[in-house]
Nanobody
Framework: QLQLVESGGGLVHSGGSLRLSCVASGLGLNYYAIGWFRQVPGKEREGISCISKTGNAMHYASSAEDRFTISRDIAKNTVYLEVSRLKPEDAGVYYC??????????????????WGPGTQVSVSS
């Protein structure tokens, strides 16, 4: 049984940076594509970035611009999402999720069936 736990959220000043971590336990990351999603109150969960189970394919939402970077450390069974030049609109609860199917990855919620509890990111202006 795969379990995901996010960490690294907190309060950050606008213009700053942070690194979110998604630690997987139970099975290795090479069995799953991992996606990062953000949710703000009153809105649907938005796909930000994903990385395939092979690690060869990565995708970003257009809203991610060039400020988000996804990476993974197989040895630590961890996927990271680094965010730079933070803006107030980056705030929200960030979730990572796992998709066991396919060789690629996507940014749609229904593609993922295992979710972490989320980590809150707040950005002060």
């Amino acid at each position: 049984q795969l379990q995901l736990v996010e960490s690294g959220g907190g309060l950050v000043h606008s213009g700053g940076s942070l690194r979110l971590s998604c630690v997987a336990s139970g099975l290795g990351l090479n069995y799953y594509a991992i996606g990062w999603f953000r949710q703000v109150p009153g809105k649907e969960r938005e796909g930000i970035s994903c990385i395939s189970k092979t690690g060869n394919a990565m995708h970003y939402a257009s809203s991610a611009e060039d400020r988000f970077t996804i990476s993974r450390d197989i040895a630590k069974n961890t996927v990271y999402l680094e965010v730079s030049r933070l803006k107030p609109e980056d705030a929200g609860v960030y979730y990572c999720a796992a998709d066991p199917a396919g060789l690629g990855c996507g940014l749609r919620q229904f593609e993922y069936d295992n979710w972490g509890p989320g980590t809150q990111v707040s950005v002060s202006s």
